[in-house]
Nanobody, 115 residues
Framework: QVQLVESGGGLVQPGGSLRLSCVFS????????MGWYRQAPGNERELVAT???????NYADSVKGRFTISRDNAKKTVYLQMNSLKPEDTAVYYC?????????WGQGTQVTVSS
């Protein structure tokens, strides 16, 4: 049973930066596709970024050039570096682990971008 624990959310001013972390346990981390998703109030959960086992990345158009996803297989951790944050980035951010048809989600961490 995969478990995911996110951290690093908080309140930041527009233009600021945050780094989210997600620690994985319960299985072999390096074989999973890891991702970050977000959900703002009243909206559906949406993809932010994913990273495969070999390090290939994919980003939502809205975050390209501002966010960077990375993984440390030795630490079983995936990161989301968020720069040039905008108020519209405000959401609960969720970590996801995927392998075939299996999905596991973290509990989420709140990111609020406001002056």
């Amino acid at each position: 049973q995969v478990q995911l624990v996110e951290s690093g959310g908080g309140l930041v001013q527009p233009g600021g930066s945050l780094r989210l972390s997600c620690v994985f346990s319960g299985s072999i981390f390096r074989i999973y596709i890891m991702g970050w998703y977000r959900q703002a109030p009243g909206n559906e959960r949406e993809l932010v970024a994913t990273i495969t086992s070999d390090g290939s990345t994919n980003y939502a158009d809205s975050v390209k050039g501002r966010f960077t996803i990375s993984r440390d297989n030795a630490k079983k951790t995936v990161y989301l570096q968020m720069n040039s944050l905008k108020p519209e980035d405000t959401a609960v951010y969720y970590c996801n682990a995927a392998l075939g048809g299996y999905r596991s989600w973290g509990q989420g961490t709140q990111v609020t971008v406001s002056s």
